[in-house]
């Protein structure tokens, strides 16, 4: 008698309904197991198989791209030099020896113009943004933006960022308040990168913190930017109810030396926030603004620990030499380790003032002050 | 005698059953949980971001904790890597914890060192420190070396450097680690992105480098190992990372931070009391302390872990010192869980209270001796003919097939987020690992878990032991 599928099929059923619930329990995982582990074999596959044809595709495309870009834009010499880049009729006849009717041959030509824009600036850059445009690629960018997903829409900002796209007001400060982080991040940027009316406005709007990587991107923006109208930073440091505004704010102070924005800064001093607190100190420090010294040295008693010791550092960075006493009695009469090594420190700041008062420390002190002294006194040691 | 088999029987039926079920249904979870936190962290990463970090002047500052006991051998390759780390601002501290070799004297001749007169102060107790030098030679100006007496524990030598380190951020790790170029920068992306929360540690995928290629302290050709133990350990480490780490980072239970590898909120540290060097899992044992501080004073906080691999470190390819590696973790975990009993199931402390450590007790310390005794009961259920085979064999099946599906599933994880391997027969020489892991690998873990609380319960002496390195194949040199 010949056993046929059907009767395994059978017979593995029967199994099934007359056993323990455990039994059935097994036989489901067994089942999902199997069918997980061979569609991970197939996934993986799939995957190296792509990347592989990608790799292809790259070792065969980018040469081709960065012939065609170095000879047909970056050193053509029949670009006419008294028209404007962005107004030049680029030839892209060379350009149709290129799959850009496929996506991913498009959006390796635009990496690798984002790639030369980045390396090149003036004529050649400008250059590269009219290619781009007049090969309508920005469609592609302009596409993801409107794409449902988050990761897109990023991708997308950051495309027009880099290639200088002017994007409306309308279409990304909506963006800019995303509850996504990271489109919100990437929209705010985009923004101050790219709006031509009030780069800074979403300042006003916004609630949520700025959290340090957002700021460390935004820094980098608003610094490089050059053809940006930097506005006076106190508006948002005296009106600003966001800390993280505020805080930001105060370090594109010192970035600009804006000193315009000093008495703004002066009057966070009063703030109930002690972090908010020490980052105005740290920032008048850095500013070196003498005039605060009185009122810094007045406030040391009433302040926790790390505004103290923002106050020492800044009165080491204002180096006007005029509170050494002070320093040099907290120096040696202080009970905290840190209080003490930032005294020393702010001691040895004020070297050309506190002369006399450094030797006469070396010349007295003993045990872990003098260690502390040395150390603040020795080039060696940084921090 | 018949009762007392009804009665195993029954329990093993229902009581391990169902335990053996909810492991299964962790592991899946922890599955799904760890693919979006992989997801997530791809869509939030671009190459440019790390750039920016590293030309800002906003970047935190990181001390990076090196600690070394008579790595003479390699010590000066070792520095030279981590001198070479991408990162803005950062400070090298080696301790050279009481070295009998020549490594004090090739540090000082080879990066032009002096002794300094340093303002060390000691918030963390540790073996008194000896000596701290200097570079002369500005290029170095951010290697700082603390000669000590020997603490005869890792967890000693890392304290004095934390009493040393002058950031709020310290990275510890192996002196014979090497370490991605990225990683100070990667490992500080969490912290300054967090909102709301203290990221008191954050750790990333560890890698065995027996077989990849180095060239000067970098990672050149990443290879699986050639040999067998170091690659059940490497299936082991993405398994542990990649899956199950990812997965605990999602919901904010990550158990633990390798010593190989993490970076830690300095003052948290500090104020949980440091490294406990009494403890054989110091690690595990000091992010317990630093959770249930942060517990303690309501500090709302959170322990990250990233999936892209920033440090190789070389497996033990000898049975004997896997074996003292093993049996030393399990005695950690050991001690752990009796030295921080109070913190089981209590709720004010949290997920640390209600999910890792119920966890860890029950999943991770009692597995080997339910395992272990589940073969003795089965061999005499066995001899006295009370198995149902094809149930029993179809059990095991079960138990089998999933075990490959999880590490299967763990190393598709990391194919499709970072293809780190070149050619298809690296990938499949893993692959085949999860077949075998269960009949060989995994009831060797079994027995050095079980030495290592059979040490723990006895309060046995045992030395840390020596880690007898090989040391890493270089790069070959083209002409």
Known sequence: ?383 | MNSVQEILSAFYDSAIFVYGLTLIVVYGVLAVLSIIAIRRYLNATRPSQLENLMSSPLAPGISILAPAYNEGLTIIANVRSLLTLNYPKYEIVLINDGSTDDSLEQLINEFDMVAVDFAYHEKIRSKPVRAIYKSRNQAYSNLLVIDKVNGKSKADAVNAGINAAAFDYFVCTDVDCVLHKDTLLELIKPVMQEGGKRVIAIGATLRIANSSEFDEGVMTRMRPPRALLPRFQEVEYIRSFVLGKMGWSAINCVPNVSGGLGLFDREIVIKSGGYDHKSFGEDMELLTRMCGFCEDNKIPYSVRYIPKTLCWTEGPSSLKVFGRQRTRWARGLAQLMYAHKSIFLRPRYGRLGLVVFPYNFFFELLAPVIEASGIIIYLWLGLTGNVNWPYAILLLIFVYTYAIMISTLSILWDQLSFHYYKSVKEVLSLLIMPFLEFLLYHPLITFYSLKGYLFFLTNRRSSWGNMQRQGFRKAKTTT
């Open chain 1, 1 to 383: 008698m010949e056993t046929t599928l059907s009767d395994i099929l059978q017979d593995i059923r029967s199994i099934y309904y007359y056993a323990p619930l455990a039994i059935k329990v097994a036989i489901i995982f067994i089942i999902v197991a199997v069918s997980a582990t061979v569609l991970a074999y197939l996934v993986m596959l799939r995957s190296r198989y792509r990347n592989y044809r990608q790799q292809r595709r790259m070792a065969r495309m980018l040469p081709k791209i960065d012939e065609l870009l170095m000879n047909e834009i970056i050193a053509n010499p029949n670009i006419p030099h008294d028209v404007a880049p962005s107004k030049v009729a680029l030839d892209l006849e060379p350009f149709d020896e290129l799959p850009l009717h496929k996506r991913w041959g498009r959006e390796m030509l635009t990496e690798r113009i984002i790639h030369y824009r980045n390396n090149v600036s003036g004529t050649a850059g400008d250059l590269l943004r009219n290619l781009y445009l007049q090969l309508d690629l920005d469609k592609d960018a302009m596409r993801k933006l409107k794409s449902r997903h988050w990761n897109k829409k990023v991708e997308a900002l950051n495309e027009f960022t880099l290639m200088d796209m002017p994007i409306a007001d309308v279409t990304i400060l909506p963006l800019a308040n995303s509850r996504n982080r990271e489109l919100r991040a990437a929209a705010r940027q985009a923004y101050i990168k790219l709006s031509k009316n009030e780069p800074f406005k979403f300042f006003d709007s916004v609630t949520d913190p700025l959290l340090p990587w957002d700021q460390v991107e935004l820094y980098r923006i608003i610094t490089t930017t050059t053809d940006i109208a930097i506005p006076n930073f106190a508006r948002w440091i005296t009106y600003s109810s966001n800390k993280s505004v505020v805080s930001f704010c105060m370090k594109l102070v010192v970035h600009y030396n804006q000193l315009a924005a000093v008495p703004a800064i002066i009057k966070l001093l009063e703030n109930r926030d002690h972090t908010l607190r020490a980052e105005a100190i740290e920032a008048l420090g850095r500013l070196k603004i003498a005039e605060v010294e009185d009122r810094l040295v007045h406030l040391y008693t009433s302040q926790p620990l790390f505004c103290q010791i923002a106050i020492l550092k800044a009165l080491g960075r204002i180096r006007s030499g005029r509170h050494i006493d002070f320093l040099r009695n907290e120096f040696l009469h202080s009970t905290d380790f840190d209080l003490r090594k930032a005294a020393a420190r702010a001691i040895v700041k004020n070297e050309i003032m506190a002369r006399e008062v450094i030797d006469e420390l070396l010349a007295t002190t003993t045990g872990e002050n003098l260690l502390i002294l040395k150390h603040c006194m020795n080039p060696l040691i940084k921090y």
